[in-house]
C-alpha cells in the first residue's frame, strides 16, 4: 500500500481521527457532500478564470485601441510636431500599462480572497457534517492535513465505486 502522507502527518492522525473518520464515511453522506464541494470548487475556479481571462481581453483591445490611435495621429503630424506628439503617446501609453497592471493586480487579489472564502466555506461545511479533521484554520500545516485527508476521502470513495457500490 501506497502512503499518502509524510511521516509527520501520520503522526497527527492519531487512530482514533482514522477511526471516527471510517464510521463518518459508513452511510455515503459524507462523500456526496465532498463531491458537492468538489463541483463548486471547480464552477467557482472556471468562473474565476473566465472573469480574469475577460479582463485581459479587454486590456489587450485598449491597447490596440490606443495604438491604432497613436499611429492614426502620427501619419496625419506635421514634423515639427512629432517630438510633442510622441512624447505625449508614450505618457498615455505608460498610463494604460499602470492602469492595466493596477486592475490585473486587484483582479488576482479578488481571486485570491475568493478562493480563501471557498476553503472556510468547505471546512465549514465538512466541520458541520461531522467530519473528523475539519475546521476552519488557516495554520498552512493544518490545511495539508485537511487536504490529505479530502485526498483519502476521495480515494476511499473510488474505492466503494469500483467495487459497484456507487
Known amino acids: 500500500m501506497t ?3 509524510s511521516s509527520s502527518c501520520q ?7 482514522l477511526s471516527n473518520l471510517a464510521l463518518a464515511l459508513i452511510d455515503g453522506t459524507v462523500f ?11 464552477l467557482t475556479e472556471k468562473n474565476l478564470y473566465n472573469q480574469r481571462l475577460k479582463l485581459h481581453s479587454e486590456h489587450r483591445a485598449l491597447k490596440q485601441e490606443l495604438l491604432k490611435k497613436h499611429k492614426e495621429a502620427l501619419q496625419s503630424c506635421k514634423t515639427h510636431n512629432m517630438a510633442v506628439l510622441r512624447a505625449a503617446q508614450q505618457r498615455e501609453l505608460e498610463a494604460l500599462e499602470q492602469r492595466v497592471k493596477d ?37 498552512p500545516q493544518e490545511l495539508t492535513l485537511q487536504m ?13 465505486c469500483e467495487s459497484g457500490s456507487c
Open 3 to 5: 502512503h499518502l502522507w
Open 11 to 17: 503522526q497527527r492522525l492519531s487512530y482514533d481521527t
Open 32 to 42: 456526496e457532500i465532498v463531491q458537492g464541494l468538489l463541483e463548486i470548487q471547480h
Open 103 to 139: 486592475e490585473q493586480r486587484m483582479m488576482d487579489e479578488k481571486i485570491v480572497l475568493e478562493l480563501d472564502q471557498k476553503v472556510i466555506d468547505q471546512q465549514n461545511t465538512l466541520e458541520k457534517a461531522g467530519v473528523p479533521g475539519f475546521y476552519i484554520t488557516t495554520n
Open 148 to 160: 490529505n485527508l479530502l485526498e483519502l476521502i476521495l480515494k476511499m470513495q473510488q474505492k466503494v
